[in-house]
């Protein structure tokens, strides 16, 4: 009750799939503007927050970045709906940009300045047993000074209890990883290395790069591209519950040469890193730790500055 008389409501700035996002002032100074982000509950299924949830996602206040959005506060209305005081953002998001190919053009230096920044996002995280779990580019919103920002925690959780085995039916269908798609339990901060690699993908070919309509398309988008996961290339994947995979044919797990076609444009540095962010066993996946000490980040072009990169109007 007290964390939400901070604030003064505003106007709708808009709506996702479960919240609605307003415009929102600190009371204590009015020049200070905030997002409020009102998730919907779905009250078929529960009678409103769990103060388990309200506690978990209070942690998340802890996680301060420069290419993480600000959580600032967290409070449950009387009308048993949570709301999340976010850092004002309002200069739209990494899929606006992507998609924009009429007025926007970007290179591989812009391409690994926002690489950039989303990995250290990411490798912050895991430093501090936090997976985000649903990383796309719409979720990369864009500062005013040009900066990323990943948005939206409201998947993420803390993997530091062993204990609670974890839902696989998390991250938007095409960057979801294929240990998640097999319905694995127990996974890592490979999940989200696999999103970024494919974020990466997308940056650079300005489509999305495994667009499955259904889990089964997803599942065969990603043996044709990357191979068939098998238990040569990946040991115990049969064993996951929901291992299915095109019976027709073995698909082989895809070369350097499979990359430098479409993702050359980045260098060979830029492929090899690439590839090593969409390898099917999450175990031998490269961390976001090991993303940020690659070769690729030292080689021509260097990064594009913040205030040079390109932006919408
Ligand atoms: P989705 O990710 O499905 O678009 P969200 O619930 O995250 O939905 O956000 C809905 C809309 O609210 C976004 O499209 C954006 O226009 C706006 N929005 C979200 N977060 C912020 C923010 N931090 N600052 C300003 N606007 C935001």
Redesign the pocket.
């Known amino acids: 009750e007290e964390e939400k008389n901070k604030y003064i409501k505003g106007r709708e700035?808009?709506?996702?799939?479960y919240?609605i996002?307003y415009e929102g002032r600190l009371r204590a100074d009015p020049t200070q503007l905030v997002?409020i982000?009102k998730i919907k509950v779905q009250k078929e299924y529960s009678d409103g927050i769990a103060p388990d949830a309200v506690r978990e996602i209070k942690f998340l206040q802890e996680l301060r970045h420069a290419n993480i959005?600000r959580l600032h506060s967290v409070y449950s209305t009387r009308d048993q709906n949570l709301c999340l005081v976010?850092?004002?953002?309002?200069r739209g998001d990494l899929e606006m940009l992507i998609r924009d190919t009429a007025a926007v053009r970007y290179g591989a230096a812009d391409i690994k300045a926002w690489m950039g920044m989303l990995c250290r996002a990411v490798a912050f995280c895991h430093d501090r047993a936090v997976l985000h779990r649903d990383i796309k580019p719409?979720?990369l919103?864009v500062a005013a000074d040009g900066a990323l920002k990943l948005?939206?925690f409201g998947l993420a959780r803390s993997c530091a209890d062993p204990y609670r085995p974890m839902t696989a039916n998390v991250i938007t269908r095409w960057y979801r990883p294929p240990e998640l798609l097999f319905g694995a339990r127990h996974y890592t901060g490979g999940v989200d290395v696999w999103s970024v690699g494919l974020v990466f993908a997308e940056l650079i070919i300005r489509n999305p790069y495994l667009p499955g309509n259904t889990e089964v398309e997803q599942i065969n988008l990603i043996c044709r591209a990357l191979g068939t996961p098998t238990e040569e290339n990946w040991p115990g994947v049969t064993r996951l519950e929901s291992y299915t995979v095109p019976t027709d044919r073995t698909y082989p797990v895809a070369g350097r040469e499979t990359f430098l076609g479409p993702f050359g444009t980045v260098g060979s540095d830029g492929v090899d890193l690439l590839m090593k962010t969409l390898v099917l066993d999450p175990r031998r996946r490269i961390t976001s730790r090991a993303m940020l000490g690659h070769a690729w980040w030292h080689a021509e072009p260097r990064p594009t500055p913040i205030q040079d990169l390109p932006r919408r109007n």
Request: aromatic share 0%; net charge negative; no cysteine.
């Open positions: 700035l808009g709506e996702g799939t919240a996002v997002a982000k959005v976010l850092e004002h953002l309002p719409n979720n919103l948005a939206d």
